[in-house]
């Protein structure tokens, strides 16, 4: 455990890792000193780029698992740094939505361009988390033979500004990797969370979080990302429903079965 993120260890026999990257609104003091907003702007930046309640459905589901995935929660928001960005050259640094943010979701200014503090940031916050969601999968590799991250986020019910507003917004998005995201947990996924109804593939958002040690390179770890969309579980975007939360703890618990259930079986 660290006070940046925290490792919940799993089950053994367990391949699996939920990875939960923005479910946090915390962001030091000193971090936040930098910030160019007043508290009420930093509240609502906060309400549109936290993934409110991710965590909570992680620890729901490990009540209804036959086998404890491991869990890497950040407890950071990601204004802090964004791990699932590239540390360097990240496509996203055009907008200002790198590893570290210097623009809001409207676009607005968040710091200084260019940051002078970004490779502190990088080396205090986003190395140590990025080493221990790869040090989780290399544990599940060395035990199991094999690794399988949930990548596990939700996205507002209407767009950013930085967003293609003509996308599709389902309750549900499920993000995939060409090299990392095989056919059959497209499937499990969509099985396990059928009862949302409508769901779609990489539209609003695509791809999904692999380690950049096995990126490309490594066929025994395996990624998909869930996307949910807010309104289906919170009822105001820092307060999540109740029941709902718990659904979708044993949705994603299904998902993380036939995980195990595939990983047996091969």
């Not at 360097?88 to 055009?94: L, N, Q, T």
Request: one cysteine or more; glycine letters at 6%; aromatic letters at 6%.
């Amino acid at each position: 455990m660290s006070n940046a993120f925290t490792v919940i260890p799993g089950d053994e026999g367990c391949p699996v890792v939920i990875h939960v990257p923005h479910s946090s609104r915390l962001i030091p003091p000193a971090i936040r000193a930098d910030l160019m907003l007043t508290d009420e702007e930093l509240a609502g930046e906060l309400d549109e780029a936290t993934d409110t309640a991710t965590d909570e459905i992680a620890l729901a589901a490990l009540t209804h698992v036959r086998l404890r995935p491991t869990i890497v929660i950040n407890q950071l928001s990601r204004l802090v740094i964004d791990p699932e960005r590239f540390p360097d050259g990240d496509p996203a640094e055009a907008f200002g939505r790198g590893a570290v943010y210097t623009r809001t979701c409207s676009g607005a200014p968040l710091r200084a361009e260019p940051y002078p503090h970004r490779g502190e940031l990088i080396d205090a916050y986003f190395r140590p988390y990025a080493d221990a969601v790869t040090a989780a999968v290399e544990n599940r590799l060395k035990v199991c033979g094999r690794a399988v991250v949930i990548d596990l986020h939700s996205y507002p019910e209407k767009p950013s500004a930085f967003e293609a507003s003509a996308a599709l917004r389902p309750p549900l998005c499920i993000g995939t990797d060409p090299r990392h995201t095989p056919g059959w947990l497209i499937d499990a996924a969509r099985g396990a969370f059928a009862s949302l109804g409508e769901i779609s593939e990489n539209t609003p958002y695509s791809g999904t979080y692999v380690p950049l040690r096995y990126y490309g390179t490594d066929g025994r770890v395996s990624s998909v990302m869930i996307e949910l969309r807010r309104d289906t579980y919170l009822t105001d975007p820092r307060t999540a429903h109740y029941e709902r939360t718990a659904q979708l703890g044993r949705n994603l618990a299904a998902l993380i079965d036939a995980v195990n259930d595939r990983a047996a079986d091969v």
